[in-house]
């Protein structure tokens, strides 16, 4: 009786091995994983906005429509979070995908207003901030990268057979992925233009 009880609990881990439950699980766990990076990067970007608003506000004033645009988006983008324990829910993915757009929209818009303000190019700290910037878009961009292959491979992984059994007895089902508009939206992240940014002559930085 002794030999059963240990045997039993051995003939069930090969079964499951066996059967693709570890490998399930070891893939779950790398999506999570990898929708956590993705996270941290937006998350850096997300702290660029407050510094880089005020930065040009102090040469450009006059562009509050754009400033109230990126600060209303980040606000957005800080309203809707998804952790790793929630990216099985394609509606949160899409709402948390058009926020990032949005703000990806309205940072493009910023620095194109920027391109009107030579002092600005100029100023050293914005200058920082842009580089940063530009460094955290490309960032994200590996990152989402890499969590859209890990949902790839999970996807695929659990519907292959015997996979696909294991799955549907334990409950793990496809998961929502970055779609195509997701993608146009990120394509038309900001990009840094570095050309003409010779010193200006000095003026005061606030009207």
């Known amino acids: 009786m002794k030999f059963v009880r240990t045997l039993l609990p051995l003939l069930l881990v090969v079964t499951l091995s066996g059967c693709g439950y570890n490998a399930i699980q070891r893939q779950d766990e790398a999506v999570k994983a990898s929708w956590s990076e993705v996270l941290n990067q937006y998350q850096r970007r997300a702290d660029l906005v407050p510094n880089l608003v005020n930065t ?8 509050e429509r754009v400033l109230t645009e990126v600060t209303n988006a980040r606000a957005r983008v800080g309203s809707v979070q998804i ?22 929209s309205a940072l493009s818009r910023l620095m194109v207003v920027s391109e009107n303000y030579p002092n600005l190019k100029a100023n050293g700290l914005f200058q920082n901030l842009q580089a940063q910037l530009e460094g955290t878009e490309n960032r994200i961009t590996v990152a989402r990268n890499r969590y859209v292959q890990s949902v790839q491979e999970y996807n695929s992984m659990i519907r292959t057979f015997p996979n696909n059994l294991t ?3 334990f409950g793990y089902a496809v998961k929502p992925n970055f ?7 990120i394509s038309t ?14 003026t005061s930085a606030a009207h």
Do not use: R
């Not at 993915?93 to 757009?101: D, E, I, M, P």
């Not at 779609?179 to 939206?185: G, Y």
């Not at 992240?189 to 000095?202: K, M």
């Open 83 to 104: 952790t790793p324990d929630m990216i099985d829910d394609a509606q949160k993915l899409k709402q948390f995908q058009q926020a990032q757009g949005e703000l990806s």
């Open 56 to 63: 040009v506000k102090g040469y450009a004033q006059h562009e």
């Open 189 to 202: 992240a900001p990009t840094v233009d570095f050309g003409n940014t010779a010193p200006a002559p000095a």
């Open 179 to 185: 779609s195509v508009e997701n993608e146009k939206a």
């Open 167 to 169: 799955a549907k007895m």
